[in-house]
């Protein structure tokens, strides 16, 4: 567990590596979401907490005490506390999930599509009906 030294260590690694993945993970479907609802929002919060609850559960029981294997006893709310978990995970994740958005980034204003052309065709329309109203 967290006081087993070089366990707890591979133990703090595995869980920052894996929070890490689900939030690049998550960060991505976030980049390709076209039209956010509230079920987008609560489905990308909801794999979220499900994680944070599975971790908590699993690190607060003994499990190593019926399966006999290591005890991870602690680790989880170890690492929560901990200011260079979320510093890993968070530059990580944004690390991991920076090419995609210089991607998309690109292929948006470079090489736009149809609805694209068409949503801003839209918006420069009404920008001159406001403008020829207020005259």
Same mark, same amino acid.
């Given at each position: 567990?967290?006081?087993?030294?070089?366990?707890?260590?591979?133990?703090?690694?595995?869980?920052?590596?894996?929070?890490?993945?689900?939030?690049?993970?998550?960060?991505?479907?976030?980049?390709?979401?076209?039209?956010?609802?509230? $079920? +987008?929002?609560?489905?990308?919060?909801? =794999?979220?907490?499900?994680?944070?609850?599975?971790?908590? !559960? #699993?690190?607060? %029981?003994?499990?190593?005490?019926?399966?006999?294997?290591?005890?991870?006893?602690?680790?989880?709310?170890?690492?929560?506390?901990?200011? $260079? +978990?979320?510093?890993?995970?968070?530059? =990580?994740?944004?690390?991991?999930?920076?090419?995609?958005? !210089? #991607?998309?980034? %690109?292929?948006?204003?470079?090489?736009?599509?149809?609805?694209?052309?068409?949503?801003?065709?839209?918006?420069?329309?009404?920008?001159?009906?406001?403008?020829?109203?207020?005259?």
């Amino acid at each position: 567990g967290f006081h087993d030294g070089e366990d707890s260590s591979a133990d703090l690694v595995a869980l920052t590596v894996v929070h890490s993945c689900l939030l690049a993970q998550l960060l991505t479907i976030a980049l390709e979401i076209k039209s956010w609802t509230v $079920l +987008h929002v609560s489905s990308l919060l909801f =794999s979220l907490g499900i994680f944070h609850v599975f971790s908590i !559960v #699993y690190t607060m %029981s003994c499990v190593a005490c019926f399966s006999g294997l290591k005890s991870v006893y602690w680790v989880y709310p170890h690492a929560m506390s901990s200011l $260079l +978990h979320w510093c890993i995970v968070i530059l =990580s994740s944004l690390t991991a999930v920076l090419p995609r958005f !210089v #991607y998309r980034c %690109s292929q948006t204003s470079l090489w736009p599509s149809d609805v694209q052309l068409s949503v801003l065709r839209y918006r420069e329309q009404l920008k001159r009906q406001r403008l020829n109203s207020k005259v």
